[in-house]
Nanobody
């Protein structure tokens, strides 16, 4: 069974930094793209940053220059370094992985989500 476990959320003052991490476990053969999404109260879940298997990255305009996504393929982990945080970055952050997993006797490519971690930026 595939599991994504996030860590690193919390409360930080405006201008501060946080580093989110997400580890993937389970019977998997390949992790394609990994990314971070966020959802603020009353809003839809939006893409924050994504990184492909070859290291290509893409960011939401609102976080460009402040956030950096990285991945460790050997450890099946993805990180999100968040600097110069603003109150509008407050949200639940979700890890996502597009991967090939073994289940029901075969390999399937699917999207998986973590449980979410709260990030609150406030003075």
């Amino acid at each position: 069974q595939v599991q994504l476990v996030e860590s690193g959320g919390g409360l930080v003052q405006p201008g501060g930094s946080l580093r989110l991490s997400c580890g993937v476990s389970g019977t998997i053969s390949r992790i394609n793209a990994m990314g971070w999404y966020r959802q603020a109260p009353g809003k839809q879940r939006d893409l924050v940053a994504i990184i492909t298997s070859d290291g290509t990255t893409n960011y939401a305009d609102s976080v460009k220059g402040r956030f950096t996504i990285s991945r460790d393929n050997a450890k099946n982990t993805v990180h999100l370094q968040m600097n110069s945080l603003k109150p509008e970055d407050t949200a639940v952050y979700y890890c996502n992985a597009d991967l090939n997993a073994f289940r029901a006797g075969d390999w399937y490519r699917s999207d998986y989500w973590g449980q979410g971690t709260q990030v609150t930026v406030s003075s």
